[in-house]
């Protein structure tokens, strides 16, 4: 009962018809129509059990990656694997670490398992990892990073990462969560692959929900050293993917097209929503992922305000009070009509506010 549940952005407004949901970080685009065919394909095959190897989607992922097949798990979600993380290396009283603005599934899960959360001091909206590693104590026996981070979107480089594991305890695993990783150009980002294959106590999450579209299905896999492979095989359920999803998934794999689509689209959209929001006065977190956190701190007015404003309007934006994030909305990245629409929207609410 310690857990608060999860809060999903909201879908729906009272009484307005038209909406626009920009507040789970869904692609904008949609899937790829190759994986829409393949999962109305596997409409015929309902009654099967799936393959609770997942083998076709792991090879798929493994030859995309240049991985080893044996090192990647499929999850239903990367929600899946990062609870299942906690469940295999949590013993009541033990602690999982995160950052103080880090993904809420973190402590969820760290609580689901027994263990106790701690959060480490972030700078500037952005994980800190001295601040991280001296929360380490010999109780700590996992360490959830995301990079990019949801829901600031700041990201840590390469070598942050590296020095975060090189000052880790080997009894300690370091999960980088990276399920923003395709939208990041920054030439010092990588997603944590080379840290997986050099090192025994490092895991790297990743999902179809976001640049591939398909949220819907409940898709996500991880890199991790084969013990740990092992270890979740004992205690996930043993068809935890379904059929549809591990046929759309490979199919998505296979439209290099789409996602660069979706990506030249974020690359284009992210920048002048992050302009905008600036122009208007209202604060903003140098995001590298799909979705921008905006702060209304030094507006002279507030985000449940603002939030309450464009909702009327049919735009729906993430509050962060369960972030402890009171002052900011998180807005992802939309199609044109409601990237134009929403900033329309704010540009009336902050005139309105102002004058
Ligand atoms: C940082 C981060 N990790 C994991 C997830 C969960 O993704 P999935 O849909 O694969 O469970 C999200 C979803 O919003 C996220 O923002």
Redesign the pocket.
């Known amino acids: 009962m310690a857990i608060d549940a999860y809060q999903p952005g909201k879908s729906q407004v009272a009484g307005v018809a038209k909406v626009h949901k920009l507040s789970?970080?869904e692609s904008p685009l949609g899937p790829s129509p190759r994986a829409v065919e393949a999962f109305l394909r596997s409409g015929g095959e309902l009654s099967l059990y799936p393959d609770g190897s997942a083998s076709s989607l792991r090879e798929a992922i493994a030859h995309r990656f240049g991985l080893e097949k044996s090192r990647v798990i499929c999850?239903?979600?990367?929600?899946?694997l990062?609870a299942l993380l906690a469940h295999v290396f949590l013993e009541p009283g033990d602690e999982g670490l995160y950052s103080e603005y880090g993904?809420l599934?973190y402590p969820i899960s760290i609580r689901a398992a027994g263990g106790v959360p701690i959060a480490a001091n972030e700078v500037d909206r952005t994980a800190n990892v001295d601040a991280m590693l001296e929360r380490v104590s010999p109780h700590t026996k996992i360490v959830y990073l995301?990079n990019p981070?949801?829901?600031t979107g700041t990201y840590l480089p390469f070598s942050e990462i590296k020095r975060l594991q090189a000052g880790l305890p080997l009894d300690c695993l370091l999960v980088i969560?990276a399920?923003?990783a395709e939208y990041v150009g920054q030439n010092d980002y990588a997603a944590g692959i080379e840290l997986v294959s050099n090192c025994e106590n490092v895991v790297m999450?990743r999902?179809?929900?976001?640049i591939h579209g398909l949220?819907s299905l409940?898709?996500?896999w991880a890199y991790a050293p084969e013990p740990v492979i092992d270890a979740i095989n004992r205690i996930r359920g043993p068809f935890n993917v379904n059929g549809p999803a591990l046929a759309a998934g490979v199919a998505s794999l296979a439209d290099s097209g789409h996602i660069e689509r979706a990506l030249d689209h974020n690359r284009r959209w992210l920048p002048w929503l992050r302009e905008a929001a600036r122009d208007l006065g209202i604060g903003v977190t140098p995001s590298v992922a799909n979705f921008l956190l905006l702060d209304f701190d030094e507006t002279g007015t507030t985000a449940a305000e603002a939030d309450a404003f464009l909702s009327s309007r049919g735009y729906i934006l993430r509050a962060m009070n369960a972030y402890g994030l009171p002052s900011c909305l998180r807005l992802t990245v939309g199609d044109e009509e409601a990237n134009r629409g929403v900033v329309a929207a704010l540009t009336e609410f902050m005139s309105d506010r102002n004058g």
Not at 207 to 210: A, D, H, V, Y
């Open positions: 789970s970080n999850g239903n979600g990367s929600d899946e990062l993904f599934e995301a981070n949801n829901p969560d399920a923003y999450t999902t179809f929900s976001k949220a409940r898709l996500g």
